[in-house]
């Protein structure tokens, strides 16, 4: 009889451990461009379709229970902090309205405009900035 090659079983492991990873972050992307957090790879749109960006988070999950025990501390932090992004992710999604597009980041972020603007009430509308103060006074009010 032979023995195992422990060589070959480490790299294995490390070949599948790169794997499960791929796996996770391949999920938490799909759920991200469901939610319309990422645009679309091949149209360069976003869309939002909180239903199939659930299912997403829900495989997430069921991985997490069932691999409970089986991964090393890195894969198990990997789908742990993945797991909390796309539910608060969700969440935000949520919370956005249906119809209103995106603000860009230079808009959100107005101490960061360049000096050549006439101040940050000329990038963001009032009712803009309105809703803006009322989303972030709703972050974290719900749960997944």
Known sequence: MSEPNLTTDSSRNEEFAAL???MIMQQANMAMMLMGKIARPDTGETAKDLQAA?????????LEAKTKGNLSNEESGLLKQTLMSCRLAFVE???EPETAPKPAIDAAKPSEAPASSTGP???IPP???????EETRKKFSKKY
């Open 20 to 22: 499960f990873g791929h």
């Open 54 to 62: 659930q299912y997403f988070i829900d495989q997430i999950e069921m």
């Open 93 to 95: 999604a949520v919370d």
């Open 121 to 123: 009430a000329a990038e």
């Open 127 to 133: 009712a803009a900035a309105a809703s803006t103060d």
